[in-house]
């Protein structure tokens, strides 16, 4: 009988196609995917780090897999990702949890096979600090129509609540042929109708390479590969996101007119705290230059709630700027200090219930707004 696997994942869509990266590896080994973890001989947890839910999550379904190895002790059960990337997160895992074979962080994946075959000789734990971008792994595409492509990793953004820079490193760009490469590749099997281009901040792709690429010249050179599909991205960062961008979603057909544009906050002093390096005017003159190029834009967006010191008069300025924009969809999450980050240190942070108060009021004002657009 082949021997299965079952992956659990966590997190945004880098993770999502992080671990379609990790279930080719596994198909390689010989191993076939399973209906569910108590049918896999290996289960692997690729965890997220951006808020405490998250990794209270991965501690109490990796806890929960003790009975399991129990029964079937020859399970070899791995936990990689952005909260093993952390020493002290990976530390805690590996001392709770003897019975978890496997603990590595995001610059391990493309070993994982060297763990596998390395768990006969003892438990392995291994947190790289930072590693090359992996041109060789090919990925077990697992989101339908949606083909997921990285274009970079990693952020030099370091806003002050954010342990993405921390987890994931400094900002790399994949060289455009590379991933002209593999979109054509990806087309010419003829499964996909969408990609998807993934970054933690698309727009300021390019400016690492060797001569630089910008953002604009890779969707326009992608569109320009012979097929009939659409094309969009994630995650735009308002500081970054430029006019030639803009343009080049109005004039392409084939990208699709939707733009995830995270303001995370309505007042100035809140974004000046975040370090995000824009102001309230800033964002909405982007929206406004979006909705003036491209009327049927569809625009979404995250905020963030109970920042550190956030008053009340500061919290109803997210509020109007909602009111303002009007959204096409909201991702609403209250502030959740994450250790090792500046805002997670600083003074005056905000009660728990006070919190939830403003995200259930945030997330009625868009309910709000969807009802009386869709009239
Ligand atoms: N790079 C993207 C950006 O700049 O918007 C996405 C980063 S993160 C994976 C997705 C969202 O999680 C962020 O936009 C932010 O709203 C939220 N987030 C990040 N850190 C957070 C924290 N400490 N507490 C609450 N929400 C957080
Ligand atoms: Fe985090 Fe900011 Fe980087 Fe996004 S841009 S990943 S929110 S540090
Ligand atoms: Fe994504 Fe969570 Fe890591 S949001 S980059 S999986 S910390």
């Given at each position: 009988?082949?021997?299965?696997?079952?992956?659990?994942?966590?997190?945004?869509?880098?993770?999502?196609?992080?671990?379609?990266?990790?279930?080719?590896?596994?198909?390689?080994?010989?191993?076939?995917?399973?209906?569910?973890?108590?049918?896999?001989?290996?289960?692997?947890?690729?965890?997220?780090?951006?808020?405490?839910?998250?990794?209270?999550?991965?501690?109490?379904?990796?806890?929960?897999?003790?009975?399991?190895?129990?029964?079937?002790?020859?399970?070899?059960?791995?936990?990689?990702?952005?909260?093993?990337?952390?020493?002290?997160?990976?530390?805690?895992?590996?001392?709770?949890?003897?019975?978890?074979?496997?603990?590595?962080?995001?610059?391990?994946?493309?070993?994982?096979?060297?763990?596998?075959?390395?768990?006969?000789?003892?438990?392995?734990?291994?947190?790289?600090?930072?590693?090359?971008?992996?041109?060789?792994?090919?990925?077990?595409?697992?989101?339908?129509?949606?083909?997921?492509?990285?274009?970079?990793?990693?952020?030099?953004?370091?806003?002050?609540?954010?342990?993405?820079?921390?987890?994931?490193?400094?900002?790399?760009?994949?060289?455009?042929?590379?991933?002209?490469?593999?979109?054509?590749?990806?087309?010419?099997?003829?499964?996909?109708?969408?990609?998807?281009?993934?970054?933690?901040?698309?727009?300021?792709?390019?400016?690492?390479?060797?001569?630089?690429?910008?953002?604009?010249?890779?969707?326009?050179?992608?569109?320009?590969?012979?097929?009939?599909?659409?094309?969009?991205?994630?995650?735009?960062?308002?500081?970054?996101?430029?006019?030639?961008?803009?343009?080049?979603?109005?004039?392409?057909?084939?990208?699709?007119?939707?733009?995830?544009?995270?303001?995370?906050?309505?007042n100035n002093r809140i974004l000046k705290l975040m370090n995000r390096r824009y102001t309230r005017e800033h964002y909405l003159s982007i929206i406004n230059k979006i909705r003036a190029k491209i009327p049927d834009a569809k625009i979404t967006t995250d905020l963030i709630v109970g920042f550190p010191t956030e008053t009340e008069e500061e919290f109803q300025d997210t509020l109007s700027l909602v009111k303002e924009v009007r959204y096409n969809g909201i991702f609403a999450f209250m502030f959740s200090p994450r250790e090792g980050t500046?805002?997670?240190?600083?003074?005056?942070?905000?009660?728990?219930?006070?919190?939830?108060?403003?995200?259930?009021?945030?997330?009625?004002?868009?309910?709000?707004?969807?009802?009386?657009?869709?009239?």
């Open positions: 009988m082949r021997m299965k696997y079952f992956i659990v994942t966590y997190g945004c869509q880098m993770n999502v196609h992080e671990s379609e990266k990790i279930a080719a590896i596994c198909e390689k080994m010989g191993y076939t995917l399973a209906d569910k973890r108590e049918d896999a001989d290996l289960i692997i947890f690729n965890t997220c780090a951006v808020r405490e839910g998250a990794e209270d999550r991965v501690f109490g379904n990796v806890g929960a897999l003790k009975k399991l190895k129990k029964q079937k002790p020859g399970t070899i059960i791995a936990v990689c990702g952005c909260s093993t990337q952390k020493e002290e997160t990976a530390q805690k895992i590996y001392k709770t949890f003897p019975f978890v074979d496997i603990v590595i962080g995001t610059f391990n994946v493309s070993n994982f096979e060297h763990y596998i075959n390395a768990v006969k000789y003892g438990r392995q734990m291994e947190i790289l600090k930072e590693g090359e971008i992996d041109e060789v792994h090919p990925y077990k595409r697992t989101s339908g129509e949606n083909a997921w492509v990285n274009i970079m990793y990693g952020c030099n953004n370091f806003c002050t609540y954010c342990i993405v820079p921390y987890v994931r490193g400094r900002e790399k760009s994949r060289s455009e042929e590379n991933i002209l490469n593999e979109i054509k590749g990806i087309l010419s099997e003829k499964k996909y109708k969408k990609i998807t281009l993934l970054g933690q901040n698309v727009n300021s792709y390019g400016k690492d390479l060797t001569p630089p690429v910008s953002f604009s010249k890779l969707l326009k050179d992608i569109c320009a590969l012979e097929g009939d599909f659409k094309l969009t991205f994630m995650t735009s960062h308002p500081k970054d996101l430029t006019d030639d961008v803009i343009d080049t979603i109005a004039s392409e057909d084939k990208i699709l007119k939707e733009i995830h544009l995270p303001a995370q906050s309505g500046v805002a997670s240190k600083m003074d005056g942070q905000i009660d728990e219930e006070v919190k939830r108060r403003r995200v259930n009021e945030l997330l009625n004002l868009e309910k709000q707004i969807q009802k009386e657009d869709k009239k």
